[in-house]
């Protein structure tokens, strides 16, 4: 098992910064690539931004060019910088790992994900 544990989420008005921290502990082989998601009220859980071991990013249209993923393998820790915020980013964030099982060099999905318990980022207008 995995637990992912998120902090930094807040209250900022629009145009301002806050930074996600997701650590993950327990067994830290069964992942590999970490992400942020969010879900705001009423709407559906969606991508905000991923992040390979090595470090390739993915982010949705919406957060590019504002938001900055990044992560420290020694500190099993996947960073979210999120600046010029707007009201519409506003809320619950979740970080994710799907869980992998490593195989002769290479990682395969096993179809399951770890979840953390989820941030509240408030933009006010």
């Known amino acids: 098992q995995v637990q992912l544990v998120e902090s930094g989420g807040g209250l900022v008005q629009a145009g301002g910064s806050l930074r996600l921290s997701c650590a993950a502990s327990?067994?830290?082989?069964?992942?590999?690539?970490m992400g942020w998601y969010r879900q705001a009220p009423g709407k559906q859980r969606e991508l905000v931004a991923t992040?390979?071991?090595?470090?390739?990013?993915n982010y949705a249209d919406s957060v590019k060019g504002r938001f900055t993923i990044s992560r420290d393998n020694a500190k099993n820790t996947v960073y979210l910088q999120m600046n010029s915020l707007k009201p519409e980013d506003t809320a619950v964030y979740y970080c994710?790992?799907?869980?992998?099982?490593?195989?002769?060099?290479?990682?395969?999905?096993?179809?399951?994900?770890?979840w953390g318990q989820g941030t509240q980022v408030t933009v006010s207008s």
């Open positions: 992040i390979t071991s090595g470090g390739s990013t």
């Open positions: 994710n790992a799907p869980r992998v099982t490593y195989v002769n060099g290479n990682y395969y999905y096993t179809g399951n994900n770890y």
């Open positions: 327990g067994n830290i082989r069964s992942i590999n690539n």
